[in-house]
DNA sequence: CGGCGTTTTGAGAGAGCTCAACATCGGTGG
DNA sequence: CCACCGATGTTGAGCTCTCTCAAAACGCCG
């Protein structure tokens, strides 16, 4: 039946067992949700907020590896480790859904169904980071954004609904705003696309000689 | 035991009984693995050579979604779906193993620890594949590359081997040869990092005025 | 020795970033 | 109802950095 569903929070699809499980916890700015070399004991989800996985080498060098928004799901691999392999730290006031890994392990042993749905899951965040990954290799702005479109219209589309603010989707797509902006007005005035109130539209390409 | 392992390679830690149902199978370049829409019979694992994951939208556009190398493994995905999403083309002649889903799908069915295996290396994808993305956020060469050495080297290490040639690191690192080149010569001349034949050395950071 | 791919350095141009000013929109409170 | 305020949206101008194109040195292997 081809789910395509994002699926994107864990909450959505994990079984009431481990969601009666599941507790949400505030974090402050600043504050450490798990250190590097902490015992593992639950992964999470951000809710609210922000977080970020960060490293840090022994020369000071704080590496950012991942920044996580509502929605983003934190540390899946803790499940199968024994501590934490960096640190999680809120970099504004935060609200995390924490699942305990036992409640979570238990369920992914009993019922098959679950574990394949979790693996289902991880596969397509991994497609799906490799397809962003990919994106980012292309440097024109306009190509990028272009190339956004056409893969959150989907082949069935035309039409892509922007969620949040054009901000938040210069972020998503690594450009300053200021970059998007412009290539937007320029892609408009091109008439490859047509911008409207909460969505942006693929215009069908046209023959330069037609009409 | 936080197994650290990269597991890049999916025969590394398939069982017998998978391995087993697997085959090699060449492709010439140009031609084409599998098909959006194929039904998914197996997923694959490039052994040598490159394929391209693409997508084409209605207007044509072609929109590369991985570019995968030699132990690359391809279309995880497919196992929890009925059709293929993109295309699988060879780019260059190519040789890619062949797991079939029913061997792989009894396999993580029967035995638990094969499926928890498998949801650990997929977990451990996401987390690589994000801090790779989080890493091209990252405008600067002489940053990115930094960042790139300190994650390689680890904590415990300052040495970062290299595999392969440099032009393919600059490939992965997302920047192009020359730029790495400068880059890697500039900070030897700062005196941030040490190149030696095969490797590079991240030099303790000093503070300005020692000796 | 000859050829090919990697490594290296040079010079120039373009594209996105940065800084800056301003418009617009929504919400808030007087 | 209007003034105010903050955040988003928009446009302008200059600058920096990487990419691009080019050329040459180097290393490896037949």
Redesign the pocket.
């Known amino acids: 039946m081809d789910r395509e569903h994002r699926d994107r929070s864990l909450r959505e699809w994990f079984p009431a067992e481990i969601l009666r499980a599941s507790a949400t916890r505030d974090v402050r700015a600043g504050q450490v949700l798990f250190r590097q070399g902490d015992k593992t004991y639950a992964i999470f989800e951000v809710e609210t907020g922000r977080l970020q996985l960060v490293r840090h080498d022994r020369s000071g060098r704080r590496i950012v590896l991942f920044d996580a928004g509502a929605g983003d799901s934190l540390a899946e691999a803790a499940l199968f480790s024994k501590h934490y392999h960096c640190d999680a730290v809120a970099i504004m006031d935060a609200a995390v859904r924490v699942y305990p890994k036992p409640a979570i392990l238990s369920a992914l042993r009993s019922n098959p169904l679950v574990a394949e749905r979790f693996m289902a899951v991880l596969a397509n965040q991994v497609q799906s980071l490799r397809a962003k990954l990919e994106q980012r290799n292309i440097?024109?702005?306009?190509?990028?954004v272009l190339q956004h479109l056409a893969l959150a219209a989907g082949p069935d589309s035309r039409t892509v609904p922007?969620k949040?603010?054009?901000?938040?989707?210069?972020e998503e797509l690594?450009?300053?705003?200021?970059?998007?902006?412009?290539?937007?007005?320029a892609l408009e005035a091109a008439g490859l696309i047509r911008?409207n109130?909460g969505s942006i539209a693929l215009v069908r390409a046209r023959r330069p000689a037609s009409v």
């Open positions: 440097r024109s702005a306009r190509e990028r922007i949040g603010t054009l901000k938040h989707l210069a690594g450009l300053t705003h200021e970059a998007l902006y412009r290539t937007l007005a911008r109130r």
